[in-house]
């Protein structure tokens, strides 16, 4: 795929520290450019962006308008997806523009008037501007579902299915995820599956646990806290507990803040750049943040609370260890039925803590 590369992207490549195309990149590159439908399965961490932006882009015509749309089931993977593609894009004189709720819509409406060949949002603000006659899908040749599992089984289901519904059924579809966790038959007909293998035994990635009582999670939180240049992203099952471990961790002066679904967009964004600077320590989260953040360098992801599946605890996982990194992942266990339950998802290892150390049993 490379060698098909523009010079400007070759440059950019080279420039971003990357080797060679991963096993994603390689096998979406030809059915991609050839118009195929392609449901798109790999693990986190492996290049998927870039994976079918590049080959989409590459199709698309410089000032023709709407070709190419992309969705995303929250904010942050939108956002994410966008700062991706604007330089990639750029570098072929095409535009992209990010269509969020929770922005101005007014906003969004002017600047569709330059005429961007990629569009980038939400499901439910993007159907409002189809509404409009903003966004118009007769014109968009490829649809990409980006978390697609996410997207076709959750509150936005419904957004997704009447955006669907403008679609003429021979465009191309593009479903993307670290997992499937759906049926093949909820599809566009004629979809094909490319799956590159799960690796759960991966070298770079270790799987941990520690024994701790479920009065002592937040406690262990401070400790961890307390390593030298420890950072780290904790997911919890429950807001409410996701909240009140905030507190109880600022009331000790501790940097750790959450990500949490009632914060409003320029909130969570200021916190996710503080996270990335280095400038918050630890990020409190529940499972919409696991399908939304690429955090460069991030060294460790802690369950507080055990996954509710495997397919939770792959997306979870995948915060770390990305593009071959090294990561770490513990999870707190407070009975052995849970970790009956984590010795399903992962081989682990049991680490303790003490005297401000990390220790493998």
Same mark, same amino acid.
């Given at each position: 795929?490379?060698?098909?590369?523009?010079?400007?992207?070759?440059?950019?490549?080279?420039?971003?520290?990357?080797?060679?195309?991963?096993?994603?990149?390689?096998?979406?590159?030809?059915?991609?450019?050839?118009?195929?439908?392609? *449901?798109?399965?790999?693990?986190?961490?492996?290049?998927?962006?870039?994976? !079918?932006?590049?080959?989409?882009?590459?199709?698309?015509?410089?000032?023709?308008?709407?070709?190419?749309?992309?969705?995303?089931?929250?904010?942050?993977?939108?956002?994410?997806?966008?700062?991706?593609?604007?330089?990639?894009?750029?570098?072929?004189? *095409?535009?992209?523009?990010?269509?969020?709720?929770?922005?101005?819509?007014?906003?969004?409406?002017?600047?569709?008037?330059?005429?961007?060949?990629?569009?980038?949002?939400?499901?439910?603000?993007?159907?409002?501007?189809?509404?409009?006659?903003?966004?118009?899908?007769?014109?968009?040749?490829?649809?990409?579902?980006?978390?697609?599992?996410? *997207?076709?089984?959750?509150?936005?289901?419904?957004?997704?299915?009447?955006?669907?519904?403008?679609?003429?059924?021979?465009?191309?579809?593009?479903?993307?995820?670290?997992?499937?966790?759906?049926?093949?038959?909820?599809?566009?007909?004629?979809?094909?599956?490319?799956?590159?293998?799960?690796?759960?035994?991966?070298?770079?990635?270790?799987?941990?646990?520690?024994?701790?009582?479920?009065?002592?999670?937040?406690?262990?939180?401070?400790?961890?806290?307390?390593?030298?240049?420890?950072?780290?992203?904790?997911?919890?099952?429950?807001?409410?507990?996701?909240?009140?471990?905030?507190?109880?961790?600022? !009331?000790?002066?501790?940097?750790? !803040?959450?990500?949490?679904?009632?914060?409003?967009?320029?909130?969570?964004?200021?916190?996710?750049?503080?996270?990335?600077?280095?400038?918050?320590?630890?990020?409190?989260?529940?499972?919409?943040?696991?399908?939304?953040?690429?955090?460069?360098?991030?060294?460790?992801?802690?369950?507080?609370?055990?996954?509710?599946?495997?397919?939770?605890?792959?997306?979870?996982?995948?915060?770390?260890?990305?593009?071959?990194?090294?990561?770490?992942?513990?999870?707190?266990?407070?009975?052995?039925?849970?970790?009956?339950?984590?010795?399903?998802?992962?081989?682990?290892?049991?680490?303790?803590?003490?005297?401000?150390?990390?220790?493998?049993?």
């Amino acid at each position: 795929m490379l060698t098909n590369f523009p010079k400007a992207w070759q440059d950019r490549w080279q420039e971003q520290g990357f080797d060679q195309a991963t096993p994603i990149q390689e096998a979406l590159w030809q059915p991609l450019q050839a118009g195929a439908s392609i *449901l798109g399965i790999s693990p986190t961490g492996t290049g998927k962006t870039l994976a !079918y932006l590049l080959p989409l882009l590459l199709k698309l015509r410089k000032g023709q308008g709407q070709q190419l749309l992309i969705l995303a089931p929250n904010s942050e993977l939108a956002g994410q997806l966008y700062q991706v593609s604007q330089d990639w894009a750029a570098d072929l004189g *095409l535009k992209t523009q990010l269509f969020l709720a929770g922005s101005s819509q007014k906003r969004q409406i002017e600047r569709l008037k330059k005429g961007p060949e990629v569009l980038i949002g939400t499901p439910g603000r993007i159907l409002e501007l189809v509404k409009l006659k903003k966004i118009k899908l007769l014109s968009i040749e490829t649809i990409v579902l980006d978390e697609f599992d996410q *997207l076709l089984s959750s509150s936005q289901l419904p957004f997704v299915e009447r955006l669907l519904g403008y679609v003429p059924k021979q465009h191309q579809h593009v479903y993307m995820s670290a997992t499937q966790g759906i049926s093949m038959d909820q599809l566009q007909a004629g979809t094909q599956l490319i799956a590159v293998a799960q690796d759960e035994e991966a070298s770079h990635l270790q799987h941990f646990y520690m024994q701790v009582a479920q009065r002592d999670k937040v406690a262990t939180l401070r400790k961890l806290l307390a390593l030298e240049d420890f950072r780290g992203l904790a997911f919890f099952n429950a807001l409410s507990d996701l909240g009140n471990a905030e507190e109880k961790l600022q !009331y000790h002066n501790l940097s750790a !803040y959450s990500l949490a679904s009632d914060i409003n967009l320029q909130m969570r964004k200021h916190i996710l750049d503080r996270f990335r600077d280095g400038a918050i320590s630890l990020l409190l989260a529940t499972d919409l943040v696991a399908r939304g953040i690429d955090i460069q360098g991030l060294d460790c992801v802690i369950q507080v609370d055990l996954a509710r599946d495997k397919d939770s605890y792959t997306h979870r996982a995948g915060r770390t260890g990305r593009m071959g990194r090294e990561g770490v992942v513990i999870t707190f266990v407070s009975h052995p039925q849970e970790l009956k339950q984590l010795k399903k998802y992962a081989s682990v290892r049991e680490v303790v803590l003490k005297d401000r150390e990390l220790y493998i049993l």
